[in-house]
C-alpha cells in the first residue's frame, strides 16, 4: 500500500435528493459504483459560495469516495485524476472544513452523504414528522390569522401569501431553527467553515431520491434582515428596503414585535415539545444510515427536519390555508438587535 498521504485536517460536505419509489431505487443502488458523481447537494443556512464547493463533479465523487472509506491513494487509484488534482481538491476542502479526519488514511466527509436505497427508510418517519407539525399549526390557525390581521405592512398582498411568509418564513423555517439552535438537544448551531468565518449544515443525497427542501435566505441590509423563502434561491437576496417595500411586506417596530413574539412563542412552546417527543425516533432512524459513523446526530436532523417541514408547508398549500409561490416570496423586519 502506498504511503503517499499523510496529513490531518478537517472537511464537512452535506447532500440532498429528491425521494424516488422503493423499488426502482433499490435497482438503481445495485447498479452503481462504490463512489461516483451522481450525487445532489445542499446547504443551510442558504449560501451560493458554499454550494459552489459542490459544483465540480470531482468534488462529489471525492465526497462520496471518502463516504465508502477510500483514502486518497485509492482515489487516485480508481480515477484518472493526477496528484496534484487531488490534493488541490482535497486541499480546498480542508480549507473549507468539509473533511474530517487525522489523516489521509481516515478521511471522512465532514456532513452526510445518503444513498439512495437508505432514503426510503425515512419516507414513513418524516410524513409522520411533517403531520404533526401540520397539527399543529392548524390548531393555532385562529392565532395566525389574527397576527395576519393585525399586520399594517402587505395588507393589499393575497391574504394567503401573507399567511405562507408567516407560517413557512416566521415559524417552520425561522422560530423553529432559532429555537433549536438554542436548545441544541436536537440540532445546534452548525459547523464552522472555511477558517471558521461561515457556519451551515451540508448533506449529498445520491441520484434523485432524496425529498425537496425549500430554499431560505436571510440577509441583514441595513437595520432589517431580508428573508426570501420557496422552492427557488433568489438571484439577489440583498434589496434596498425602499423599493422592496413597493411589492413586497417591510415589517416595521410593532409588526416586528408582533412577528417576533408569534413565531418564538410558537416554536418554543408547541413545536419544539413534539420535535423532543420524536427524538428517539430520529435517533433510531439516523443509526441506520452509513454516515452515522463519521457524522452527528444534529446534522441528520438538519437535514430530516428541513425536508419535513417543507412537506409540511406542502400539505397546508395543498389544504388551502396558505399558497405558495412559483419562485419566492419576499419580507423585511425590522431588526431587534
Same mark, same amino acid.
Given at each position: 500500500?502506498?504511503?503517499?498521504?499523510?496529513?490531518? $485536517?478537517?472537511?464537512?460536505?452535506?447532500?440532498?435528493?429528491?425521494?424516488?419509489?422503493?423499488?426502482?431505487?433499490?435497482?438503481?443502488?445495485? #447498479?452503481?459504483?462504490?463512489?461516483?458523481?451522481?450525487?445532489?447537494?445542499?446547504?443551510?443556512?442558504?449560501?451560493? *459560495?458554499?454550494? *459552489?464547493?459542490?459544483?465540480?463533479?470531482?468534488?462529489?465523487?471525492?465526497?462520496?469516495?471518502?463516504?465508502?472509506?477510500?483514502?486518497?491513494?485509492?482515489?487516485?487509484?480508481?480515477?484518472?485524476?493526477? &496528484?496534484?488534482?487531488?490534493?488541490?481538491?482535497?486541499?480546498?476542502?480542508?480549507?473549507?472544513?468539509?473533511?474530517?479526519?487525522?489523516?489521509?488514511?481516515?478521511? !471522512?466527509?465532514?456532513?452526510?452523504?445518503? $444513498? #439512495?436505497? &437508505?432514503?426510503?427508510?425515512?419516507?414513513?418517519?418524516?410524513?409522520?414528522?411533517?403531520?404533526?407539525?401540520?397539527?399543529?399549526?392548524?390548531?393555532?390557525?385562529?392565532?395566525?390569522?389574527?397576527?395576519?390581521?393585525?399586520? #399594517?405592512?402587505?395588507?393589499?398582498?393575497?391574504?394567503?401569501?401573507?399567511?405562507?411568509?408567516?407560517?413557512?418564513?416566521?415559524?417552520?423555517?425561522?422560530?423553529?431553527?432559532?429555537?433549536?439552535?438554542?436548545?441544541?438537544?436536537?440540532?445546534?448551531?452548525?459547523?464552522?467553515?472555511?477558517?471558521?468565518?461561515? *457556519?451551515?449544515?451540508?448533506?449529498?443525497?445520491?441520484?434523485?431520491?432524496?425529498?425537496?427542501?425549500?430554499?431560505?435566505?436571510?440577509? !441583514?441590509?441595513?437595520?432589517?434582515?431580508?428573508?426570501?423563502?420557496?422552492?427557488?434561491?433568489? #438571484?439577489?437576496?440583498?434589496?434596498?428596503?425602499?423599493?422592496?417595500?413597493?411589492?413586497?411586506?417591510?415589517?416595521?417596530?410593532?409588526?416586528?414585535? $408582533?412577528?417576533?413574539?408569534?413565531?418564538?412563542?410558537?416554536?418554543?412552546?408547541?413545536?419544539?415539545?413534539?420535535?423532543?417527543?420524536?427524538?428517539?425516533?430520529?435517533?433510531?432512524?439516523?443509526?441506520?444510515? @452509513?454516515?452515522?459513523?463519521?457524522? *452527528?446526530?444534529?446534522?441528520?436532523?438538519?437535514?430530516?427536519?428541513?425536508?419535513?417541514?417543507?412537506?409540511?408547508? @406542502?400539505?397546508?398549500?395543498?389544504?388551502? !390555508?396558505?399558497?405558495?409561490?412559483?419562485?419566492?416570496?419576499?419580507?423585511?423586519?425590522?431588526?431587534?438587535?
Amino acid at each position: 500500500m502506498s504511503t503517499r498521504f499523510h496529513r490531518g $485536517r478537517s472537511v464537512s460536505v452535506l447532500g440532498v435528493i429528491l425521494l424516488a419509489g422503493v423499488v426502482a431505487a433499490d435497482a438503481r443502488a445495485q #447498479e452503481r459504483p462504490d463512489a461516483h458523481s451522481d450525487f445532489r447537494y445542499g446547504v443551510f443556512p442558504h449560501d451560493p *459560495a458554499a454550494l *459552489a464547493r459542490f459544483e465540480s463533479e470531482d468534488a462529489r465523487f471525492l465526497a462520496s469516495a471518502f463516504h465508502r472509506g477510500w483514502n486518497v491513494d485509492k482515489y487516485l487509484d480508481e480515477t484518472e485524476a493526477t &496528484e496534484v488534482e487531488a490534493l488541490t481538491l482535497l486541499q480546498g476542502f480542508e480549507d473549507d472544513n468539509l473533511v474530517r479526519g487525522r489523516t489521509d488514511y481516515d478521511m !471522512r466527509p465532514g456532513f452526510p452523504v445518503l $444513498r #439512495e436505497d &437508505e432514503i426510503p427508510e425515512t419516507r414513513a418517519l418524516m410524513s409522520d414528522v411533517a403531520a404533526g407539525l401540520v397539527e399543529l399549526i392548524e390548531g393555532r390557525w385562529d392565532d395566525v390569522e389574527a397576527l395576519a390581521a393585525s399586520l #399594517e405592512s402587505g395588507r393589499d398582498l393575497p391574504r394567503d401569501e401573507i399567511l405562507y411568509r408567516i407560517v413557512v418564513g416566521g415559524v417552520l423555517f425561522g422560530g423553529v431553527i432559532d429555537v433549536l439552535f438554542d436548545d441544541q438537544t436536537l440540532m445546534p448551531p452548525p459547523p464552522r467553515r472555511a477558517g471558521r468565518r461561515e *457556519a451551515y449544515y451540508a448533506w449529498m443525497t445520491e441520484g434523485d431520491a432524496g425529498p425537496p427542501q425549500l430554499v431560505v435566505q436571510s440577509v !441583514r441590509v441595513g437595520r432589517h434582515q431580508v428573508v426570501s423563502i420557496g422552492p427557488v434561491a433568489a #438571484e439577489d437576496p440583498r434589496a434596498e428596503i425602499g423599493e422592496l417595500a413597493e411589492t413586497d411586506p417591510v415589517y416595521e417596530d410593532q409588526d416586528a414585535r $408582533r412577528w417576533r413574539v408569534f413565531a418564538n412563542i410558537t416554536a418554543r412552546d408547541h413545536v419544539l415539545p413534539y420535535l423532543k417527543s420524536r427524538r428517539t425516533a430520529m435517533l433510531e432512524l439516523n443509526a441506520r444510515f @452509513d454516515a452515522a459513523r463519521y457524522t *452527528a446526530f444534529g446534522e441528520f436532523v438538519a437535514w430530516f427536519y428541513l425536508a419535513a417541514a417543507t412537506e409540511a408547508a @406542502d400539505v397546508l398549500a395543498a389544504r388551502g !390555508r396558505i399558497r405558495p409561490p412559483d419562485t419566492y416570496f419576499r419580507y423585511a423586519l425590522l431588526s431587534d438587535r
